[in-house]
């Protein structure tokens, strides 16, 4: 085997401005969360939600990378090659997610945190909950406690293990590929463990936190926004890496690939968005609606800024041809639903974490009226959130503050966003720069540098 | 040419094909006339079909009455045959459409008869609500026209009637999607048929003469209903699920429907697609073109699938004892320990777990294994549908209206039927159409042909070498060591082929610009340059058969004049025996290097000097009264 030679920059060098910069930023989020520390409540819970939104946002980029990398290795793909290496160093934040997980996962077995109903022992209890109890044999601190070290820990594992051996190949791939066929092997059964274990890992540190309600779509729904942001963050650092003069290989037939899928994948989160959301608006069954009403009621720009941001944006600007092939027009779309998703996890996450903490708090003012957290919801969207003075008193208070951090993301929201994109970066470059950009001796390689659509 | 190929693909079009062999082992079939087993299968779909028909006749005489169908469980075989049938219906739209999208050369040697499958199905699919209607001339009423009936419109709030326009927008968008594609095809029946037949196939191919124009036409269309098909793929079956999750039945409410319907159907499309494939490839030795690579690369979307749909069966046990909800964990319970609980079994049974055989390379690419797993998942298919329908209906809220349901011979008299109506006009299909799509199998023959990739090949290098000239052209780059690197050469039986090629390749792209004409300009200044050693060089290139100092006029071929004889001749073709051992392509190779513009076709001119070498000179003037400017 012969290598691929190129005049450009074999390696990404991890610069100390890059270092200093992403310091900052990192610094900056560690303020932020000790911020978000003091202003807080009793229980933490602005602390402990912003860890955990940001930790499973950025853990799920991670894993999808890997995951869509292993579903190009399954399919013969031979357009990414060239910038493979881009979605290997990015799964590698796998190893940030196993230790934020497993913090969260912890402090939740410690009964350190008010995010997730099921484990509150502190007055508002499960105890007395028929519901909860029927679903203890899942909602417990072992098996949350479990599950994240186990699967989160196989998933970077076995990314591990494939990224070991795309650079072995670099230096003695022979011309039977056995590198490649090893990793065929490894992806081949990434693939069927992400597929189970995603989703309860999804019903675990997300679904769980609105206790009571449920949807079997919602694990597909989640996955599909992680995909999109980790599409688009891959764009974005392509064409950033393009610019510093890395990766002359990388042409506008790749990014205009990239951009379809953030295209695709846009409307295929929509699509799943609608599904969910029209099958439960068709049935209207309380317990199930009350996810919705909950949120169109008190967060109405995020609720409808989602399905903007995150759909008419990309299916608009990107249905174009050239939209997805310019830098400037493709670059702005993908920055934009990036965010955009991560907004999407605020929604997800925040309002449950509210409802929980508003019910840890005010337990003792509530008495056993409250003992069922559905009935109460349920009158809260009886009346919109208005109104009934005395049987949901402490709810129509509630529904009518307007809480920066819980009702819409602030500042220290927005600081801690930036620590973890740049602790993100930050490991997404200390992995790029330990290898070469291009990986010579993929058997796909050709195909790749001559990739023309 | 088209870019650089992996060594480590494998070819999709075995057996050396030339474009002319393709046409006649691809074409012939509906020339020829039909053979016994033909016969025998057509008298026996048609057998089945009237059968079918009488049933269904038999129901709109007497009544909805003659199923078994009672007040609780108001849906049987009737919706169950509909949803298995438009979920078979999927497969042909998403290989045209989906796989088109995504650049999935293996689709051509399926796409055709997929695609044919699709309108098959969604016809017999149709069929069932018409009739379970009962009143089947009151069939206008499903659609919303100023009427006299007062202010009686159909219930749009119902997916029922989201239905009649999924299902008839797919069929529209499948059906021009499939004429599409033959058109082409149809021309080429056409070019070679005579008589009324001729008459026929030039109605159906609405004039096409295959000019460049023509061509740009059809590729933008193919790419504008690919766009439309994509999502009406998927809607089509999301709104057949709606049918059933916009209700408030346990085991029927859930969000998950859309997308794991979807995936249903495609997993079932495929499993049809595999069962008769494998039986087409066979009768009509199609084995060179739905090759094992195509078997493989269909096993694999079947366990992809598959697995996709068991995901989905656990997140709704699951989530059915995760909701704590007791009637959706009655509605589970009853599923699997009910009175139909072998339908639950045999599901999961051909479903999930018969796939994770596909596992295995070596099952994957086994013809007999294939088939018996397809057979399988098209009735696990069929039990799914039964156990959402039947067994859900069977239980309701209501303890004291339960009930149970068996098919009435007149209910399994339609479902049969329907199986015949789908394989009469399958057989049909095979006989007035090319199975396999004959214009998209030539347009990726030099990049997946097994003369140009994979072991067999003998055009690799040069290939790869060419493909390259085209295409990299990417600045700073320096591609020089990689063309140097033996690794295409991993074939290397090029060995020889050496220097001057790669010298050229390295030299055009330098220029950076315009690399494919700087080739041919290179090439043809040396040619001209008559210089010994680029001959020879060139000779090895092409492999030319060396016939000594034989020399003919090349000339009498039609559509080689003295420019192009020159130009033959300048890379040693000098006889008529050395030009009908040359391979069609790489005649075209020649004139696309040699200086000037070439514009006839060579496509015929081994055939042509095959007759002038033997000197059968009666039968070459026969030949070129048919040809058209050397083309056939």
């Known amino acids: 085997m012969s290598t691929y030679i190129s005049d ?78 881009v979605w290997e160093a990015m799964s590698m934040n796998l190893l940030v997610g196993l230790i934020f997980m497993t913090i969260i996962a912890l402090v939740t077995y410690m009964h350190g945190n008010h995010l997730y109903h099921w484990a509150d022992v502190a007055g508002y209890t499960a105890e007395n909950d028929q519901v909860l109890i029927g679903k203890s044999g899942f909602l417990n601190k072992n098996v949350y406690l479990g599950f994240t070290v186990v699967f989160v820990g196989l998933w970077l594992f076995f990314m591990s293990r494939i990224r070991n051996l795309s650079i072995a190949e670099d230096s003695d791939g022979d011309a039977s590929f056995s590198h490649h066929h090893k990793m065929r092997w490894y992806a081949a059964l990434f693939l069927p463990l992400v597929g189970f274990s995603s989703a309860a890992m999804i019903w675990q540190w997300i679904m769980s936190i609105d206790a009571h309600w449920y949807s079997t779509m919602f694990a597909w729904y989640t996955g599909a926004s992680w995909f999109v942001s980790m599409m688009c963050f891959t764009v974005l650092s392509l064409i950033y890496l393009k610019g510093k003069g890395y990766y002359p290989e990388v042409t506008d037939e790749h990014i205009h690939d990239i951009g379809k899928f953030i295209f695709a994948f846009s409307i295929f989160w929509t699509y799943l968005w609608f599904s969910q959301y029209m099958l439960i608006w068709y049935a209207n069954v309380g317990e199930e609606t009350i996810y919705f009403r909950e949120r169109m009621d008190k967060y109405p720009i995020l609720f409808y800024g989602n399905l903007i941001v995150n759909f008419l944006l990309p299916f608009f600007v990107l249905m174009r041809n050239d939209t997805k092939r310019k830098f400037g027009s493709l670059g702005f779309v993908a920055g934009v639903v990036f965010v955009g998703h991560w907004i999407d996890f605020f929604l997800m996450i925040k309002p449950g974490v509210a409802i929980n903490t508003h019910h840890a708090l005010g337990h003792g003012a509530h008495g056993d009226g409250h003992g069922d957290a559905h009935g109460h919801g349920a009158e809260h969207a009886g009346d919109h959130g208005h109104g009934v003075a005395d049987a949901a008193g402490h709810g129509v208070e509630h529904a009518s503050e307007f809480i920066l951090g819980t009702s819409f993301p602030g500042f220290l929201e927005l600081g801690t966003m930036i620590g973890f994109l740049s602790l993100f970066i930050f490991v997404f470059f200390t992995v790029l720069s330990k290898a070469r950009l291009v990986p010579t001796n993929d058997p796909y390689l050709e195909e790749s540098l001559h990739h023309h659509v | 040419m088209s870019s650089p190929i992996s060594v480590i693909r494998e070819p999709l079009v075995r057996g050396h094909k030339t474009y002319h062999q393709i046409t006649e082992d691809l074409i012939s079939p509906t020339e020829k006339t039909p053979g016994k087993g033909w016969i025998i299968g057509f008298i026996l779909s048609v057998s089945i079909l009237a059968f079918g028909i009488f049933c269904i006749l038999w129901t709109i005489w007497h009544g909805i009455g003659t199923w078994d169908l009672n007040r609780t469980i108001g849906w049987g075989w009737d919706i169950t045959n509909f949803v298995w049938w438009i979920g078979i219906g999927h497969a042909g739209t998403l290989i045209s459409a989906i796989l088109l999208l995504f650049r999935q050369k293996w689709r051509t040697g399926v796409n055709r008869a997929a695609e044919a499958m699709t309108i098959f199905a969604v016809m017999c699919a149709g069929l069932f609500p018409l009739i379970h209607m009962g009143r089947i001339w009151m069939a206008m009423f499903i659609f919303p026209y100023p009427n006299t009936r007062g202010p009686l419109w159909p219930n749009f709030n119902s997916p029922l009637l989201w239905d009649v326009f999924a299902i008839s927008t797919y069929f529209t968008v499948s059906l021009l999607f499939w004429y599409t594609g033959l058109v082409p095809d149809f021309a080429t029946v056409r070019d070679r048929a005579s008589g009324f037949r001729k008459k026929i196939y030039n109605f159906l191919s609405f004039g096409w003469t295959g000019s460049a124009k023509h061509w740009q036409r059809w590729e933008a269309l193919s790419l504008v209903l690919a766009g439309i098909a994509t999502p009406l793929v998927l809607s089509v079956h999301t709104i057949v699920s709606f049918d059933f999750a916009t209700s408030v039945i346990p085991g029927w409410h859930t969000t998950i429907f859309p997308p794991y319907f979807v995936a249903g159907a495609i997993f079932s499309g495929f499993a049809m697609v595999l069962t008769l494939m494998i039986v087409t490839r066979k009768i009509l030795n199609l084995q060179e073109y739905i090759t094992i690579a195509h078997i493989e690369s269909m096993n694999k979307v079947i366990v992809v699938t598959g697995t996709i749909v068991g995901v989905a069966y656990l997140t709704e046990l699951f989530i059915a004892w995760y909701s704590g909800y007791v009637y959706e964990q009655f509605a589970f319970f009853n599923r699997a320990f009910g009175p139909y609980w072998w339908s639950y079994f045999g599901m999961m049974f051909c479903n999930v777990l018969s796939p994770q055989i596909f596992w295995s390379r070596k099952m994957r690419r086994n013809i007999t294994v294939t088939f018996w797993i397809s057979i399988l998942i098209n009735v696990g298919m069929w039990f799914e549908r039964f156990v959402i329908i039947a067994t859900t209906l069977a239980r309701d809220y209501l303890p004291s209206s339960w009930s149970l349901y068996s098919p009435t011979w007149v209910e399994i008299g339609i479902f049969i039927g329907t199986m015949g109506l789908f394989s009469t006009l399958y057989l049909i299909f095979c006989r007035v159409a090319p199975v396999v799509a004959v214009a998209e199998v030539k347009s990726i023959l030099k990049t997946a042909g097994d003369q140009y990739t994979g072991p067999d090949a003998i055009y690799h290098g040069h290939n790869h070498g060419h493909g390259g000239g085209v295409h990299g052209i990417i600045e700073g780059t320096d591609y020089h060591a990689m063309h140097g690197h033996g690794g295409h050469g991993g074939h290397g039986d090029h060995g020889g082929h050496g220097g001057h090629q790669e010298h050229t390749d390295h030299r055009a792209h330098e220029t950076h610009s315009h690399a494919a004409t700087a080739t041919a300009k290179e090439t043809g200044a040396q040619v001209a340059g008559a210089s010994t050693a680029a001959a020879a060089s060139q000779k090895m290139d092409y492999n030319i058969p060396d016939y000594g100092g034989l020399k003919d006029d090349l000339t009498k071929i039609e559509g080689i004049g003295p420019k192009t004889e020159r130009a033959l001749n300048s890379v040693g073709i000098n006889s008529f025996a050395a030009l009908s051992e040359m391979e069609v392509d790489v005649i075209q190779d020649i004139l696309d290097k040699a200086d000037g513009n070439f514009l006839s076709s060579p496509e015929s001119w081994p055939e042509q000097a095959q007759l002038a070498a033997e000197g059968r000179w009666s039968e070459l003037q026969v030949l070129q009264d048919k040809l058209n400017g050397g083309k056939y």
């Open chain 1, 8 to 85: 450009s920059p074999t390696h990404f060098e991890f610069t100390s401005r890059h270092r200093t910069i992403l310091m900052v930023g990192i610094a900056l989020g560690v303020i932020c969360l000790g911020m978000t520390w003091m202003v807080d409540d009793d229980f933490h819970s602005r602390f402990w939600s912003n860890l955990l939104h940001n930790s499973v946002f950025f853990t799920g980029i991670a894993l999808m990378a890997g995951f869509f990398l292993c579903v190009c290795i399954m399919a013969w793909a031979g357009w990414h090659t060239v910038f493979k290496r």
